[in-house]
């Protein structure tokens, strides 16, 4: 089935620093990108999304770009500050189907911890 | 306005006992879900359903049951607990289906079976 691999962390960095986050996917057909960030003790909120090629998401300074090429979706933010640190997922809308039916779900990557220190 | 709730926030519960995660959405959603997360492996949808009186498998539905009688409520039973179901569930809620609706998330239950 389709799949998300994400860059495994966890990721630490200064303020100010530059990220990215690497994020790529398998898929049959033509899929949504999204990322989802988690901070602590809450549950996911939607960063931003992407719904065909070459579209480019953003918000709060981060930004991803649906590559079809390369099966990416990669994460980026200029200068991190500390209130970024969270658990960021990488996912994709997909088809699915088994003996119970079948529809659209999104299938997240394993996540990558950001740490970003003053 | 509160979003996505859910009830309880934290559950210890003994291998056999059973227990009813509650959801509720103010925001008028049609789409709702239940997922756990697990170290290492993402989400992983276990239910969902498209709309008031309709319940569907994900992929790991075993052990767990659903039901949304109202449509701003869903709700997911564990009927007989094992400690392979000791995880964070998270329910979430959409306007539209996954591939064009941004889907809200609940702040999580953080079930331990022992």
């Known amino acids: 089935g389709d799949s998300v691999t994400q860059m495994e962390g966890p990721v630490t960095l200064s303020e100010e620093a530059f990220l990215t986050i690497n994020c790529t996917y398998t898929?049959?057909?033509?899929?949504?990108l999204f990322w989802y960030v988690q901070y602590p003790g809450e549950g996911l909120q939607l960063l931003l999304k992407a719904t065909k090629a070459d579209d480019k998401g953003s918000n709060k300074g981060f930004e991803a770009t649906y590559r079809k090429e390369t099966t990416s979706f990669h994460l980026e933010k200029g200068s991190v500050q500390v209130s970024d640190s969270a658990v960021y997922f990488c996912a994709l809308s997909d088809y699915w189907s088994n003996s119970g039916g079948s529809n659209y779900k999104l299938t997240f990557g394993k996540g990558t911890l950001l740490t970003v220190n003053p | 306005n509160a979003g996505v709730t859910q009830t309880p926030k934290f559950r210890v519960l003994k291998t056999g006992q059973s227990m009813t995660l509650l959801c509720a959405q103010d925001?008028?959603?049609?789409?709702m879900y239940w997922y756990r997360q697990d170290p290492g492996m993402g989400l992983r949808l276990i239910h969902y359903?498209?709309?008031?009186?309709?319940?569907a498998k994900g992929e790991v539905p075993d052990g767990y049951n659903v039901s949304r009688l109202k449509k701003q409520n869903f709700l997911l039973g564990l009927e007989s607990a094992a400690p392979s179901q000791t995880s964070v569930y998270f329910c979430a809620s959409s306007y539209d289906g996954p591939t064009a609706g941004t889907q809200y998330f609940g702040p999580g239950t953080r079930l331990t079976v022992l």
């Open positions: 898929a049959t057909g033509y899929p949504s």
């Open positions: 925001m008028n959603h049609e789409y």
């Open positions: 359903s498209v709309g008031e009186g309709t319940t």
